[in-house]
């Protein structure tokens, strides 16, 4: 059966998608420009902060706190009785858990889904279980007081690592149809954003509240990295595409259109190629350099084509170095370099 996919980014198949970026229309920092990215920092490894609350409030508490007063900072109004978790492996790692809080409960009556890391004890995720996008109003939050609300947040969850994480990022932000101000920290190396790495928040633009948190940043400290110069142009990778195709359905396409197929971006852009089970798999290897983007097609003969801004929109990865497709679906085509692993059991 063919993969048809239609607009979405590929951050957001592992990123839980409770928030759109559908233009960027505040940018904090650039890849290729901003003199205050420092991308070869370390991770650092003293022991999170907790001294700030969500609100900046300063209090003198030194000894580590459970998973629950976490929860409970971070929503002063939660019911610490909803608190119940239940364990969730990981899709790709063995052995890897989340503490999962599927209902937890404030005061008020507000459903949350909560996640945190098992290991580092960290609220990696959270989410309200309804009513994200029901509001519209007057936009009270500027993008600028959003990002500083984000990095509050930031600082009150990871501590002494958000320096880290801001240092290692690109930030931008965006108003999601006047209910949401999305702020996301897209991960960076040398000027190169990862495919899926980063965190994202929404933010009420109303009255500030943080409505949603979400934090994928792999440990990739023992990876190598090849050149960031491709010695396949975005072009080059194009015509890939396009003869793969061709070759399968001669004569059938009539023209191919490219997009890109990150979040909030018009144009194409190479990205370190993240995916958790290649790199485990491949991590003999450098992390592959790649032009990910989405294609369209307009047929030669097809009498019940959809208008262009309908059309699907196929999704597709090529190794900037190698050429190599590592992802392509396309009616019958189904490329994925990760199927020979996914049957197998991560170690």
């Known amino acids: 059966m063919s993969k048809k996919i ?27 420009d901003s003199t205050d990215i420092k991308p070869d920092i370390q991770e650092p490894t003293v022991k999170l902060s907790e001294t700030e609350s969500i609100n900046g409030d300063a209090n003198n508490i030194k000894t580590p706190k459970t998973i629950k007063e976490k929860i409970v900072e971070l929503f002063p109004d939660m019911d610490i009785e909803s608190l119940k978790p239940r364990a969730e492996p990981d899709w790709f790692i063995k052995g890897k858990t989340y503490q999962i809080y599927e209902n937890a409960i404030t005061k008020k ?32 939050i500027s993008l600028e007081d959003a990002e500083i609300i ?5 600082r009150n969850i990871t501590g002494d690592k958000a320096d880290y994480y ?29 495919l899926t790495n980063g965190i994202k928040f929404c933010i009420d633009p109303m009255n500030g509240d943080v409505l949603g948190y979400s934090k994928f940043w792999l440990d990739i400290e023992n990876i ?34 490219f997009k890109s197929s990150q979040e909030g971006l018009d144009t194409i852009n190479l990205c370190w190629n993240d995916d958790p089970v290649l790199l485990y798999y491949e991590k003999e290897m450098p992390i592959r350099l790649v032009w990910p983007f989405f294609f369209q097609v307009e047929l030669n003969e097809n009498p019940e084509e959809e208008p262009d801004n309908h059309r699907i929109h196929y999704l597709t990865v ?14 019958d085509i189904s490329i994925d370099a990760r199927k020979q692993f996914r049957e197998n059991d991560i170690d």
């Open 109 to 140: 009556g507000k459903k949350y889904r909560i996640k945190v890391d098992s290991d580092s004890e960290e609220i990696i995720q959270f989410y309200p279980l309804y009513g994200m996008h029901q509001k519209k109003g007057e936009l009270e």
């Open 166 to 194: 801001i240092n290692n990022s690109v930030i931008t932000s965006s108003y999601f149809q006047n209910t949401t101000a999305d702020v996301r920290y897209t991960r960076i190396r040398n000027g190169i954003p990862y």
């Open 318 to 331: 090529v190794d900037a170095h190698s050429g190599e497709i590592l992802e392509l679906y396309y009616e």
């Open 6 to 32: 239609i607009v979405i980014s590929l951050a957001a198949i592992i990123l839980v998608a409770f928030c759109s970026v559908v233009f960027i229309s505040y940018t904090h920092a650039n890849p290729e």
């Open 224 to 257: 190598t990295f090849p050149s960031s110069e491709p010695d396949i142009t975005l072009d080059e990778a194009k015509k890939i595409v396009e003869t793969t195709v061709n070759e399968k359905y001669p004569g059938t396409v009539k023209s191919f259109t």
């Open 150 to 154: 984000a990095r509050k947040l930031l």
